[in-house]
């Protein structure tokens, strides 16, 4: 993707709008980089000055414990930004991130953004109401973690999955075992709930890709919310 289609995609999905002005700051604050499979992009407690938004690839974004234990926060897709906690911290990553494929990210420098910000109040309400959208979505992951039951939480998931193409067919970005560690389960029981699933004809698994049958479609009716 062209730079100019990046940054015009970065401030509809993160200010919801795009406007010239807008196109000339993050323009003129950002840089395009390309990072192959496998590379860190940055770890947990570095400092750091970037908002990150990926253009094209795949990323994971998580933690670790002294043993190594990993906790997987989120997988990101194309379209996505991430790192936008430095928007209030403006200091130190608070996770891990790598990229699980050749991947190519819009870096917008934070404390340029803050200096501007600073000097513009209509920029400032923009991004107020950019970041409250984003600690909405946040609550409601962790309410989801902390209700939801594990068929629940993949049923959302599945559905998040879908909302960009709406094809009935999504990918798992990542290995089974790693979306276990999404949800907050284990590989065994994660195992046992994709064959539940298909044995209520909710949806067919063919290695990453799961079809949504007719079946799911009706729940998800049925549960969506008034």
Known sequence: MERNKA????????????????YALIDDISVMQKRNKKEVLFLEGEE??????????????????????????RFVQPGDFFAEILLELRNRYPVNAVALEDSTLLLIDVHRLFAKVQQTPGLAMALIGALSQRISYLLGRVEQLAIADVRERFVRYLRLLDQTHRTGVVFLPAPKREIALLLGTTPETFSRLLKKLSGEDLIRVSGKNIQLLPNFRRLEDDTAPA
């Open 7 to 22: 940054i015009e995609l970065f401030l509809k999905r993160f200010f919801g709008r795009t406007s010239e002005d807008l």
């Open 48 to 73: 750091g000055n970037a908002l990150h938004f990926l253009v094209c690839g795949r990323v994971k974004l998580y933690r670790a414990n002294e043993e190594g234990k990993e906790a997987v926060i």
